[in-house]
């Protein structure tokens, strides 16, 4: 089974393709449409055309190119389509029907008669019980949400069990003017899951980060190995906590009450993990545009001492060190800012200053920090230090993550000076001291891969 049909096909088909505003053959095909290639209305009670393509009345009489099959249509009709896609040569499938799994005994035999039928055929099947997925910078949409076309391209790849969770993240990413490369919701996982989607989008030279929402799954040692694994970067957000009881078993069918175990698994194999779907944002965002960190050193410069306290305090929560810096460096400090508030590690200037931008520039030439972490109230009279961060992200090849507060129209003009530099910028402290608690343990994970032990104990497999 190969999933670049699924994620990259040729042509499409939309099974229970519908001319009704509304069904979900509709809005599926009216999303397919978007995509340059071949998409093609199945129906077999349908006649005439939708969107100005005639219907035809099975999969097998598509004259073209088709990998990939949307299915539209009712779950106990599931199986047969997914047989006739198998024998139509079709690659790939997305089932959006529930009823399987998650449903109890009797869909659970259902979604065993489709995993036979999609084994038999050789077929990549996403879902069932999924909203499917998109990838913008194609223009394929291959899901019957609505409304997706403002959500932005870009460098970060959505894995998530919860196709609702991961349209949620895109939207906030859309809001924060983040793009994405792929949005994907997995649903009952019947052949491809997080293995499968992960190794994808980690061959995919669109994404630079991998972001991943777990509520549970009966693979668990494979979904720890295949994130060590990955070259790109992946951050999960690990869901189940507290019981929710029969509610999370009836989404998508997954293993609950196993929190501590995920945490513990994630932990020994070096995946971050976060606790809300704003910090899996905060996060991938950080590790998509930082280079990678030599290690947890991390120098604070701020221009206000509350919001540098809180985020030193954030920072060492999070397994941060916030070092000495040398000599050499706090003398320049000193110099530059005679009279400073704090010239060590963080370096608090008082207020924004015309020459803020040369005590980041000093604390990020220092060989005792890895990674910057910057915040300063906008003023008006002073801007940001732009100018002087263009030449040091170059020449210093390590992460600055920036934060700021100040009015929203101003900073939506300002910060994008900085996010073109490849700085993550962050609008609260504590943000930005998430994405940074993420590139600590991605940069402990990556000096000491012998580290990550063989999580036999916190599987979930057994």
Known sequence: MSVTSLFDPSGIAVVGASDTPGKIGYEAMRNAIEFDGPVYPVNPSASGAVFDREFVSSVA??????????????????PDVIEECGEAGIGAAIVFAGGFSEAGPEGQELQDRLIAAAEEGDIAVLGPNTSGFLEPSRDLYATFASD?????????????????????????????????S?????GNRA?????????????????????LHVEGTDRGRELLETCREAETPVVAYNVGEQDV????????????????????GFAQYGVPTVRTSSELLNAGKALADCPEPDGPNVGVVTAQAG?????ADQLKAAGATL?????ETQAVVEEILPGITFSANPVDTGRPMPEFGEVVDAVARDDNVDIVLVYELYEGSVGYPTDALEGVVDEVDKPIVFASGGPEAILDEQLTELEELRIPTYRVPERAADAVGALVRYAKRNRDPAAAVDAAEVSADD
């Not at 009881?245 to 513990?264: K, M, N, P, R, V």
């Not at 070092?323 to 000599?327: F, G, I, M, V, Y």
């Open 191 to 211: 052949t491809v899951g997080f293995r499968e989607a992960i190794d994808y989008f980690d061959g995919d030279e669109r994404t630079d980060a991998i972001l």
């Open 307 to 311: 919001p540098g306290i809180a985020i």
């Open 182 to 186: 792929a949005m994907v919701g997995l």
């Open 61 to 78: 009489e598509i004259d073209g190119d088709v990998d990939l099959a949307l299915c539209c249509v009712p779950a106990h009709v599931v």
């Open 323 to 327: 070092p000495s810096l040398t000599e």
């Open 245 to 264: 009881g029969d509610f999370a078993e009836s989404h998508t069918g997954a293993l609950t009450g196993e929190y501590e175990l995920y945490e513990a």
């Open 148 to 180: 997706l076309e403002s959500i932005p391209a870009g460098n970060l790849a959505i894995v998530a069990q919860s196709g609702g969770l991961a349209y949620a993240v895109a939207f906030q990413a859309e809001n924060a003017g983040v793009g994405i």
